[in-house]
């Protein structure tokens, strides 16, 4: 991985030549990996000391609300906690493609800024979310001509060219693909691009070739996200076979960026948290690692639909089932790279708004490291602790 002071050359120039004082009320670069609240160290600094960065999801909007680095509150604690930052939405088609001809970079691109004038690393997620409900309706409805594998070439190469041109300076590690599995077909799934250039894996490996391509020293990642409940094992049987595929293949991808939202959906007697299957994740982690690809723990939460109600006890069993997760996966401390949650807050965070999710007695999730009033929770102790056993 990069130095991040390597990584920030050319990033201005590839954002139109704007200055970070062009962003009225820039703020002055600070250091990463402050005290938090109560003294404590910080959680990338506790991570630098593996090796690895903690980070989050972050959002921009102009109304300073929720996960956006215009709310004072949430980007405060971004930066005391935190030493690497990705993009919820606004790397993805939906946002920066309006349309066939036009970009529009103008939230990712005050994201990119507020990384630079804070000294921090930025993750880019996602070249492409290969699923139809996540393209925009112009790409679901897209009419390739009377040469459809050479025009789906030259739509998925132009962008893939455009966003690296623009933030590959100051972006080391990149979501090439993210999300490829059609759970009914078993399959990688199809899409307007697979039909138009023949099959899925088309699709797949010209993203990463046109990726490695323009950033031959970058980090290329396929994110998804199976997990260690029982519940997933085909998923994770699918995606090492995509995996597999890609190594026969020669696609140029480094790593596996697990999402790991990981569930307590039901409560297992023996334990008192969710189930979880070790010895099918860990086959799964070895078989991944055995075929030379690197790991990241990119999306983190914690789903607590099984969980009482009481605050306390929920906090509690959720501190401990992301202690078990975290202790397993720093196991392959010689193969896990960056570790970020997706959110720092419970209220900013997608679980609130994602139906399966939702809790039985309606109350809040509360599956990230801070509560809704931004305060410490255990799940924030029990990350501490698992980097710095």
């Known amino acids: 991985m990069r130095d991040w002071q390597a990584s920030r050359r050319g990033v201005l120039a590839g954002m139109g030549g704007l200055s970070l004082t062009a962003c009225a009320g820039a703020p002055a670069v600070l250091p990463v990996g402050g005290p938090v609240a109560g ?23 102009e109304a300073g609300t929720g996960m956006s ?8 604690l971004v930066r005391s906690e935190c030493g690497i930052i990705v993009p919820e939405n606004e790397m993805k088609w939906q946002a920066l493609r309006p349309s066939p001809d036009a970009y529009d ?24 979310w290969h699923r139809p409900e996540w393209f925009p309706d112009w790409l679901n409805s897209y009419d390739f001509g009377a040469n459809p594998v050479r025009e789906a070439e030259r739509l998925l190469v132009d962008h893939i060219a455009t966003v690296t041109a623009r933030y590959g300076d100051q972006i080391a590690s990149w979501d090439v693909v993210n999300e490829a599995i059609d759970h009914q077909r078993r399959a990688p799934i199809e899409t307007s691009l697979s039909r138009a250039m023949g099959n899925p894996e088309a699709v797949i490996d010209l993203a990463f070739h046109a990726a490695r391509e323009r950033l031959p020293d970058a980090q290329l990642v396929y994110n998804d996200y199976m997990s260690w409940e029982p519940a997933h094992a085909g998923h994770c049987a699918d995606v ?45 982690l070895d078989d991944v690692t055995g075929m030379g690809y690197r790991l990241l723990i990119t999306e983190f939460d914690v789903k607590d639909a099984a969980l009482p109600g009481d605050i306390a006890l929920r906090d509690a069993k ?14 392959y401390d010689d193969h896990l790279d960056d570790i970020l949650a997706w959110g720092m807050v ?6 609130q708004y994602f139906e399966p999710a939702a809790r039985p007695d309606g109350l809040e999730v509360r599956g990230t490291p801070y509560d809704s009033k931004y305060r410490t929770k255990p799940m924030r102790d029990a990350i501490a602790a698992a980097l710095q056993a």
């Open 346 to 351: 419970d209220a900013s965070n997608w679980l």
């Open 318 to 331: 959720v501190a401990d089932y992301t202690r078990r997760y975290f202790d397993l996966m720093l196991e």
């Open 105 to 128: 970079f103008s939230a990712m691109d005050e994201i990119a800024r507020w990384a630079l004038a804070h000294a921090m690393e930025l993750r880019a997620h996602v070249l492409l």
């Open 69 to 76: 680095l215009s709310n004072p509150d949430y980007a405060a």
């Open 240 to 284: 090492l076979r995509l995996l597999e595929g890609m190594k026969k293949r020669g696609v140029p991808c480094d790593a596996l960026g697990i999402q790991s939202h990981i569930e307590i959906f039901e409560i297992d007697p023996a334990t008192g948290v969710g189930p979880y299957d070790e010895a099918g994740w860990r086959r799964f």
């Open 39 to 61: 003294g404590n160290t910080s959680l990338d600094a506790i991570a630098r000391r593996g090796g690895r960065r903690f980070g989050t999801a972050v959002a921009w909007n």
